[in-house]
């Protein structure tokens, strides 16, 4: 259900590729290279066996990667604040929801400064 919400979200500009439309105060740069930075570590564990902070199927493209990613950020966030605290801010600010209670949280969003 996330999953597929996920994909019709993402699907609203230039169809499904892992880059949704984003609230003006969210920089497409920023989403880039923190997708781009968590998809290069996490395809490294796998290679390494190393266990993942979400399913492996994340890794058979952006779409999915952005699908997946936004089904552990709603059913398993500490999981992901822990394992991948950028993604999870970015999430945040994406979805404008706090899956964890702020003071537990203590985002980690690199701030608009
Ligand atoms: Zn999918």
Request: aromatic share 10%; proline share 9%; with cysteine.
């Amino acid at each position: 259900m996330i999953h597929e919400l996920a994909h019709k979200l993402d699907m609203l500009r230039d169809g499904a590729n892992g880059a949704p439309p984003m609230h003006p105060d969210m920089r497409p740069g920023e989403w880039h290279d923190i997708f781009s930075a968590a998809w290069d570590r996490l395809e490294n564990d796998l290679q390494h066996h190393r266990s993942l902070p979400l399913d492996d199927y994340a890794l058979t493209s952006p779409a999915e990667f952005f699908a997946v990613c936004s089904e552990t950020f709603f059913e398993t966030p500490e999981t992901m604040k822990q394992d991948m605290p950028k993604v999870y801010g970015l999430l945040c600010q994406f979805y404008r929801q706090q899956p964890l209670p702020v003071a537990a949280s203590k985002m980690q969003l690199a701030g608009n400064n």
